[in-house]
């Protein structure tokens, strides 16, 4: 089983990390829709991919506009139908990757629109994986590289299954059609690409700048932790402002300020985790309000706004223990 998260244990008293669980992290909290988050059984056999039928995307056929996409014409396939509109020329989109995309989804037979992130102006981040995500979007986006708009017609089997989803309007008998921007694509050897910040303060922890996906060295002073929160880039992305009611996905390693030992990383568990703001202990949320994605930022929590007296157990955390973080900020959710 694949260690938990520190973070996603935080003791009564202080909010709990509910966006993550043993397993992957759920981010579908992304869409205020059921689309295409996975339905709750998924089990189907790798699907045969052929190259259509698909309907023709009548105006936004550029990458990143929101399209328009003709009613389907006869009768869809019964395999998964996939179609690289516009290949991109980024990085190559794997299985288990989390991908940043928009998308728009409707109804092969009456080209009902029933979800789309163009509208919304937030771009959908969520995990390539079994139970995350229906399976059209997890076989037909492998290999497809960011940069790329891809089609694809999706049938029941491969969609919602025969319960459909009625909370978007799906029939279990229902084809769907989606058009897909891939804006990223992110995994455990992800890094920020920020531009690098002096590290003037010699009180404060020094953080490793290395973008190589492994985990950055953080060197802690021998001089007494701060009393109160410290949040400083260490590389400073372009990306948007990071809002206290966002979910982030990140990588991240935390030490102890009384000695430097490790005590939970990312990189360590090679899996990302994504968390709302508003789930995680009070060191963490407001450290990261108002940082921009790309960024990695030196987080120093005093105890009062971490575990204070009652840290997890078995984490090799002391009580009021000063906790010091080096955080990737890859997307917002």
Not at 58 to 67: D, H, I, L, N, R
Not at 218 to 236: G, R, S
Request: with cysteine; charged share 20%; aromatic share 6%.
């Amino acid at each position: 089983m694949r260690r938990r998260s520190l973070l996603i244990a935080v003791p009564a008293g202080l909010a709990t990390l509910a966006a993550c669980g043993d397993d992957d992290a759920d981010s579908s909290e992304a869409s205020d829709s059921a689309s295409p988050s996975a339905p709750e059984t998924s089990a189907a056999p790798s699907p045969k991919i052929v190259d259509g039928p698909l309907p023709a995307i009548t105006a936004g056929t550029k990458f990143g506009e929101k399209p328009t996409v003709a009613k389907g014409s006869g009768d869809p396939s019964k395999d998964l139908a996939v179609k690289t509109v516009i290949a991109g020329n980024g990085q190559t989109v794997a299985e288990n990757d989390y991908i940043q995309a928009h998308y728009l989804g409707q109804i092969w037979s009456s080209a009902k629109v029933f979800d789309n992130s163009y509208d919304r102006k937030t771009p959908l981040v969520i995990q390539l994986a079994q139970g995350s995500i229906i399976d059209g979007w997890r076989y037909a986006l492998p290999g497809k590289k960011v940069g790329s708009r891809v089609q694809m017609a999706v049938p029941p089997t491969w969609g919602y299954g025969t319960q459909g989803n009625s909370q978007a309007g799906i029939k279990g008998t229902d084809t769907l059609v989606f058009v897909v921007d891939v804006q990223g694509t992110f995994n455990a050897k992800s890094s920020a690409k920020g531009t690098e910040v002096a590290q003037d303060n010699v009180d404060l922890p020094k953080v490793g700048t290395n973008t190589d996906g492994k985990a950055p060295s953080i060197e802690v002073p021998e001089t007494d932790a701060p009393t109160k929160l410290v949040a400083n880039y260490i590389l400073e992305g372009d990306g948007a402002e990071v809002g206290a009611e966002d979910s982030v996905l990140v990588q991240y390693k935390g030490v102890l300020w009384d000695g430097g030992k490790e005590f939970d990383a990312t990189y360590t568990n090679k899996q990302l985790v994504s968390f709302s703001l508003q789930q995680v202990v009070k060191g963490w949320a407001q450290g990261l309000t108002g940082k921009k994605v790309g960024s990695r930022v030196l987080i120093v929590i005093p105890p009062d706004l971490g575990y204070g007296d009652n840290p997890p157990q078995g984490s090799g955390i002391k009580k009021d223990s000063t906790l010091v973080f080096s955080v990737d900020i890859l997307a917002k959710m």
